[in-house]
Antibody
């Protein structure tokens, strides 16, 4: 059974750096085709894909946030870390990590997701 | 970026109704389209991937179809647990964008 859980601060001050950790079990990030993605959701709004990292350390970022994001993995600890610099109140929302499964013909999808962690940016 | 447009944004429906939600990418994405269900306060759950492949454990009343720039998610007979928000997402190219969501409400 695959599980993921996000952890990190619930309150961040504007201009600070947010560091979120996704701790997972049930899979290894050294297995071909496997990855972890980060997605966020402002309160009452749509989902926004942020970044992902694959087993081979291939990393992709949302172009609109690329300058502020860094994603890394620690295979030995079964963790993926996302950092976001220069936080702003508009970054308030629930942050999810999700397991990436790659099926046939490179179809990939996010399943399952962690429970999410609510991050509020406020002074 | 590929923009994903869902319609309708919300729908008032009843148990037993047949519901169809559409998703239109701003450019062709072949069949690289996934559907997720989100119950309020919960994380999204994968329903369908590759436009029409039902994820294991998902009830057969859910089905997906389409390719290119037009996709649909159909629920053949709405059950009480289906009242939720549904999102489409393209996995064709980064950034892997989501639609704005379709909220199913009880009439």
């Amino acid at each position: 059974q695959i599980t993921l859980k996000e952890s990190g601060p619930t309150l961040v001050r504007p201009t600070q750096t947010l560091t979120l950790t996704c701790t997972f079990s049930g899979f290894s990030l050294s297995t071909s085709g496997v990855g972890v993605a980060w997605i966020r959701q402002p309160p009452g709004k749509a989902l926004e894909w942020l970044a992902l990292i694959y087993w081979d350390d291939d990393k992709r970022y949302s172009p609109s946030l690329k300058r502020r994001l860094t994603i890394t993995k620690d295979t030995s600890k079964n963790q993926v870390v996302l950092t976001m610099t220069n936080m702003d109140p508009v970054d308030t929302g629930t942050y999810y990590c999700a397991h990436i499964y790659t099926a046939y013909e490179e179809h990939h999808f996010f399943d399952p997701w962690g429970q999410g962690t609510l991050v509020t940016v406020s002074s | 970026d590929i923009q994903m447009t869902q319609s309708p944004s919300s729908l008032s429906t009843s148990v037993g109704d047949r519901v169809t939600i559409t998703c239109r990418p701003s450019q062709s994405i072949s069949s690289y389209l996934n559907w997720y269900q989100q119950i309020p306060g919960k994380a999204p759950k994968l329903l369908i991937y590759a436009a029409s492949t039902l994820q294991s454990g998902v009830p057969s009343r859910f089905s997906g179809s389409g390719s290119g720039t037009y996709f649909t998610l159909t629920i053949s007979s709405l059950q009480p647990e289906d009242f939720a928000t549904y999102f489409c997402q393209q996995s064709y190219t980064s950034p892997y964008t989501f639609g704005q969501g379709t909220k199913l409400e009880i009439k």
